[in-house]
């Protein structure tokens, strides 16, 4: 019998693994797809997430090829509201780090399969999971063919649409939201370097962060279902970047287009006997602010000291209840964070949108707010 496994490949069930592993645990990891994920929706990766990478040896290796954002913008009509900084966020870590969620993926499975080879297994369809008090037992196809495993514990990190939660009967406290958005990541020609910039237009917000190979990514909130329905290609939001920004950007140098709604999505328990839920199984954020993968890596930072007690014999019911109570909580904390970045960005009539832009100009200006929204926005 293995001591953990671990249902989902993806970047949090990888840094799970890799925790456990280098404790001298058996783990194995079961992923559905049988090639890892080439684009890359998330980028961000926050102080604490790098504070918890760190933990795996990864973090230097990161910071190596990501960009370093120590400095976001607020922008409207032409001009600078405020500028906040992330010097005083982290000792170890002042900056959100900016990289592909594809590179940041692969560098995780390289560490895993570095403390073991066979840890990692890829075309795994999961189809039942079955919990009798004394251990988990998954049964799933490979290649088509029946297998079986049998573990401890199993932590379940397999998304949004978790098969594992389903199973489990976990209920879900859910919310669609309006907002719509088209991202699209194109060559980088505006002289912003490595900073963020947030442009808080009438039409909707623009954001637009630095990547590494002079990339940039830019975020357009769709004003309407009107608008939303032409959102089709990099040319169509090559336009609206122009309109509401004034900045040109080349159609023909886009090498990523992706169109999102929101919702959220929060498990009203983490923990099912002997199976745990994490990252997107257990929580579905809003990709405004960058804070879902970041989540789901601190929920496996969390849980791994307590599992670890686990197998040495420490019984875990209390452990398992302050972590639940703690990391839902952190993800509630997420949700509102996320409700506030997105208000921000809607439409506005232009009265309105200027009251927005006097006030954000107002609280920028302050340094104890301007640390406390820095704090914030890189979930401390």
Known sequence: ????????????????????LQEGVTVRVLEQRTYAEPHSRAIGIHPPSLDALQGIGLAPGLVAEGVQIRRGLALAGGRTLAEMSFAGVSDSFPFVLALPQARTAALLEQRVRHLDPAALHRGVHVTHVHDDGARVTVDATSDGAPVRYTAAVAIAADGVRSAVRAQSGIPVRARDYSDSYLMGDFADSTGFGPDAALFLEPAGIVESFPLPGNLRRWVVRLAGSGNAGNARDAGWLADRIRERTGIGVDPAGNSMLSRFGV?????????????????????????IGGQGMNLGWLDAAALAPVVLDWLRGTPPVAALRDFEARRMAAAARAVRQSEINMALGRPLPGLRWQVRCRAIAAAGAVPAVNGFAARRFTMQ
């Open 1 to 20: 019998m293995l001591d953990v496994l671990v249902i989902g490949g993806g970047p949090v069930g990888l840094f799970t693994a890799a925790l456990l």
């Open 263 to 287: 919702r959220s999505r929060l498990v009203r328990r983490m923990v099912a006997g002997r199976t745990v839920l994490i990252g997107d199984a257990a929580h579905e954020i809003s990709p």
